[in-house]
């Protein structure tokens, strides 16, 4: 499967634990974006990554979210005491250089889940 | 106001019906998204399109970048078309609430 790999596809996390979000993007491509699905509500783009460096995190909150795509290994998205706001579907797309005219590729998300 | 504007929101048709999903945006774009999103699944991309016409099956995807505007038509449809469609501006995409398709046999 030459796709977007996100795992797992489903996450259970207790209030106060760390939560760990993957993301293997399609062969070739070195752009990866992540995004966040509240329940109820539309798509918000969260963070965008090339190899070893952040380029926009604008839509990340302040605390709590990291993102990293290492130069070797997926891009990890990296939820440190998770409260029951977090619960939503992680979608994680990458594409093979930047631009608007350049499709983005999606993975099937990861559903976190917050008790 | 939403920098990107769906209607409608919800949109029930009998199979066999053409329809119609609206898109209007207020920011400067180059290019177009158009996505669809079954239940509990993942996310796929229909189109990305930056002037005119496009069309894959029984999708057709108009886009007029004077007007901030854009369509996604779907002919003839099916049961299998409901899903949430979704339209999706700029390289870091700004995304439509989506519009909650359903089509009953």
């Known amino acids: 499967n030459a796709g977007v790999m996100q795992n797992p596809r489903h996450l259970v996390r207790r209030r106060g634990q760390e939560a760990r979000l993957r993301c293997s993007p399609m062969?070739?491509?070195?752009?990866v974006y992540w995004y966040r699905q509240l329940p109820e509500e539309g798509l918000k783009f969260m963070v965008y990554l090339q190899k070893e460096n952040i380029i926009d995190e604008s839509g990340m909150p302040k605390e709590r979210f990291s993102a990293e795509f290492p130069k070797e290994g997926p891009s990890i998205l990296r939820i440190q005491q998770v409260v029951r706001g977090d619960s939503a579907a992680y979608f994680c797309?990458?594409?093979?250089?930047?631009?608007?005219?350049?499709?983005?590729?999606f993975g099937d998300g990861t559903r976190l889940s917050i008790l | 106001k939403n920098e990107v504007e769906q209607s409608p929101q919800n949109l029930t048709a009998q199979e066999g019906e053409f329809i119609t999903i609206n898109c209007s945006y207020s920011?400067?774009?180059?290019?177009l998204h158009w996505l669809q999103q079954h239940p509990g699944g993942g996310i796929v991309s229909l189109f990305m399109l930056s002037s005119g016409k496009k069309k894959h099956g029984r999708l057709i995807a108009t886009i007029n970048i004077q007007e901030k505007h854009s369509s996604l038509h779907i002919t003839a449809s099916h049961p299998r078309d409901s899903a949430v469609y979704i339209c999706?501006?700029?390289?870091?995409?700004?995304f439509g609430t989506g519009t909650r398709l359903q089509v009953f046999p």
């Open positions: 062969k070739g491509h070195s752009h």
């Open positions: 797309a990458s594409s093979r250089v930047q631009g608007d005219l350049e499709p983005q590729h």
């Open positions: 920011v400067g774009i180059s290019a």
């Open positions: 999706a501006v700029t390289d870091k995409l700004i």
